[in-house]
């Protein structure tokens, strides 16, 4: 699954382990999600979406 | 220090007062009627397990999702990698002189073919065991550093 997830930190000056700390995981997990190695559970998605203010489907997409 | 940092702490100094305290005691165990030792074996042994299971939840409630996913990962197949890195090992001649010398080394002393059987059974069961955990423990890191590489 892909993601913009690294484009919206950096919009809002946001490190990973900031936005790790806002939804309760550790920073290696943003990196992978980030990254596309690992796709997180849909109540973390959820709450990654929450923390950006935007939906899920705005963040995460289909790889192609 | 926080109050989860302190049970955490406790349980592990717990964890090891059981065996080092039954070490400590081998001198004076040595003494005593054999009730007395099993009784006392029995207890060090409880408590171990005990304050190591306590451990275990405390440290799993800790785990997100992606530590999860490095335990699922490294079990699936570390059991799997450890047990077939000793049957492996056991092909090899050096390895398998190791063992048995050490079992009848170690039989010499009790002095019985049974008890050499029973401790040929007991060393292959360890490195059984001892393999799995290193296969698990090697996995989970190579999973966590394959995971979470910064892109180029």
Known sequence: MKNKIKVLRAERGWSQATLAGMVGVSRNSIVSIENGRFDPS??????????????????????? | MTSDRRIKTAWTGLMLVFPV???????????QPETVVHLFGGIAATGTVVSSFVLAVLKDQDLDE?????????????????????????????????????????????????????????????????????????LNHGWRAWMSREEP
């Open chain 1, 42 to 64: 849909l109540p973390l998605a959820f709450a990654i979406a929450d923390v950006f203010g935007l939906k899920i489907e705005e963040i995460f997409f289909r790889k192609a």
């Open chain 2, 21 to 31: 305290s039954f070490l400590i005691s081998l001198p004076w165990l040595k003494e």
């Open chain 2, 66 to 138: 992606w530590h999860r996913g490095a335990a699922r990962f490294s079990n699936q197949w570390g059991w799997l990698a450890g047990g077939g890195l000793v049957a492996i090992l056991q092909g090899i001649p050096a390895f398998r002189h190791l063992v048995s010398s050490t079992t009848s080394g170690i039989a010499e002393r009790a002095g019985s073919s049974d008890q050499q059987i029973l401790f040929a059974f007991l060393l292959g069961f360890m490195a059984v065991i001892l393999a799995q955990m290193l296969c698990i423990v090697l």
